[in-house]
């Protein structure tokens, strides 16, 4: 027993030796994570408090400073990664749902409904988001960040729509799916429990990309003041700092690290995405050197 | 000769990309007409009272509002019934529907709320100069620099390779606006360099003067490079990637085999990547103008984005949607110049409709 699992560790420990870009990813995501749960423990400033000076350099009482209302900035910082991953991974969820499902129909069932819903994708992909975002976000007084990341998810669907849609498309001639029908399988069944299985580790993959996507997205909704009213996350810290004008004020303490983690969080899971598109993709190894 | 004319691959490509715009148009302008009403609340309620209270900062409806609250509810209801006219609301749902396309034919997109009682279409066409001086050049600078740095990267490979896909991808994943906040900082904040605001001087008049152009250069600089950054980022880490595939594909290996010089082959691969990449344009595009918006906003720079971020501010829903409908149709037409572009290049478009016929 002991013996097999061993191996096994050796196995995966052997796919992160090998494939950098998963390693690198995981080790950030993972990181960024600690950072935030650990923070908040080890660092317990309410970062809603305005308990300091104004503007105040990096210091020993406050490593990253404090903003222009005498709050601590590593404190919303921490508070602010949290909350913005949690954006993330819901938006993110529901935009991956939503394209699986629309991609899984069109691509096996094939024919008018295809077409169909292939236009609606490819629709979507031409319109700028962020601007349909905004004219929704702009109706929508009360906004949560639940709500935030439920209206980034329902406009953020159609990327992954379409690649499900390549995949489902070209498994759906297999054997195994020959098979799934033989057997007197539903479509609904076959799409369920025989093609979505086999492309788990797909999906897994465009869900990496739609978080990444969606942190951005609501740290641009954030930018122009339609972001989440209840909580802070990255993009709220960025939308003061544009509001006071941070860098006139010369407090790069207070702008320069949101924006800095928001492009490391959507590097980290854009590094796992590709990483774990080369262990499936071998046409793409040759890019590790 | 006509009838050959009309049965021409390219044309017949692209008459199916005018199909599928004229579609996507129809989708996005349904939207902005079912938003406000699947939303809760009357639309035309938060009109008026956006109104009364914008028009308060300076015209007469808001000092009578102040005056005589009883004037006001008068008021109010009379300009409440006026728009519920003037949208049609008073008609059946389809009416509506159709009454939206009649007005934005006629270029009626209502009366701007801030700006009362400016036209939208006014407003809107003053700003746009602004952004597409903005937009288009960025991202043809981007595309053609992005594309030249991903080939290189991808086609020199180890340490060269490993530097520049990091940068690469750190560049591309930034927010735009951030960038800018770092550019005013270090250019316009600590060296002095560039100005952090605005299309041109105060006191300075758009003309065709030397003075004006130079002044518009210099505040050009950075939300250009804010931009065009960016765009780089994202279009060499597609062309990095494509460069490598076609490097590891049969025919390269084949011309490799029958002795063809590296120059040639470099060139091969470049040809073939950059077909998918025009299409990767037009799909950056999107992602481009969502950046502007945000970009101009920072450097209250006098475009579309600027202008809708405003409007956001305000409550202007007459000039957010009118924003959003003159973007969505600019991003349309760009669409289409570029299909236009790729008609033309990639051989396959002529081989495939012609093979329809």
Known sequence: ?289 | MIKRKLKSPVFLFLLRKILFYVLTLIVSLTLVWLIPRLMPGDPIKRLVVSILVGAGMGGEVGATATATTQYTVKQAKMLYELYVKKFGLDKPWYIQYLLMYKRLFTGDLGKSIMFYPEEVINVISRALPWSLALLVPAIIVGWILGNLLGAYAGYKGGKTDNVLYSAFLFISQMPYYWFALVLIYLFAVRLHIFPAAGAYSVGVVPSLSMTFIIDFLKHYILPFLSLVLIIIGGQALGMRTMIIYELGSDYMKYSEMIGLSDKKLVRYAFRNAVLPQITGLAISLASAVSGQIITETVFGYPGIGYVMYQAILHEDYPLIEGSFMILIACVLIMNFIMDIIYAYIDPRIKAVYAGER
């Open chain 1, 1 to 289: 027993m002991m013996k097999v699992s061993k191996t096994r560790l050796k196995h995966v420990m052997g796919i992160f030796v090998r494939y950098k870009k998963l390693l690198i990813g995981t080790t950030l995501v993972l990181g960024i994570l600690l950072f935030c749960l650990i923070g908040r423990i080890v660092y317990p400033v309410n970062p809603r408090d305005i308990a300091f000076k104004d503007l105040l350099p990096p210091n020993p009482e406050n490593p990253l400073g404090t903003d222009v209302f005498g709050r601590d900035v590593l404190a919303q910082i921490i508070h602010g990664t949290l909350n913005s991953l949690r954006v993330g991974v819901a938006a993110g969820l529901i935009a991956t749902l939503i394209g699986v499902i629309i991609g899984a129909v069109a691509g096996y069932f094939g024919g008018i409904i295809d077409e169909v819903l292939n236009l609606i994708t490819n629709t979507f992909l031409v319109l700028p988001t962020l601007a349909l975002l905004i004219v929704i976000a702009s109706y929508v007084k009360m906004r949560s960040e639940w709500i935030v990341a439920f209206i980034i998810g329902v406009t953020s669907w159609p990327w992954t729509a379409r690649a499900v849609r390549a995949q489902v498309y070209s498994l759906r001639a297999r054997e195994f799916v020959d098979l799934a029908k033989i057997s007197g399988l539903s479509k609904f069944e076959i799409i369920i429990f025989e093609i979505l299985p086999n492309m788990l580790s797909y999906i897994v993959m465009c869900f990496t990309l739609q978080m990444a996507g969606a942190i951005l997205s609501e740290a641009g909704l954030s930018a122009i003041g339609l972001g989440p009213s209840d909580v802070v996350t990255l993009g709220i810290i960025l939308r003061w700092c544009i509001v006071w004008e941070a860098p006139r004020l010369g407090a790069w303490w207070w702008f320069v690290p949101p924006g800095l983690l928001i492009t490391l969080i959507a590097v980290s899971f854009l590094l796992l995405n590709s990483g774990l598109d080369e262990i499936y993709n071998p046409r793409l190894r040759r890019g590790i050197r």
